[in-house]
């Protein structure tokens, strides 16, 4: 059995716990956001920041992967 971690993985690990502990400064909310299928990792800031709506991504990190398959 191969237990080995895998960058997907790691990268989904890693955006979970930036986005688990929020500070309550403000009506803001983080989300993690993986898609393995895609190669896409992103966190997404969502909330009102005084009189304006925030709909912003704060990371983004994407998996290359070789399309020869090797």
Not at 39 to 68: M, N, P, V, Y
Request: with cysteine; aromatic share 8%.
């Amino acid at each position: 059995m191969d237990n080995s971690l895998t960058y997907a993985d790691i990268l989904k690990k890693t955006l979970r716990e930036a986005t688990r502990a929020q500070p309550s400064l403000q009506p803001i909310e983080l989300y993690p956001v993986c898609d393995v299928d895609s190669g896409h990792f992103l966190i997404l800031a969502t909330g009102w920041d005084k009189q304006r709506w925030i709909d912003t991504i704060l990371f983004h990190a994407r998996e290359c992967r070789s399309s020869s398959g090797n």
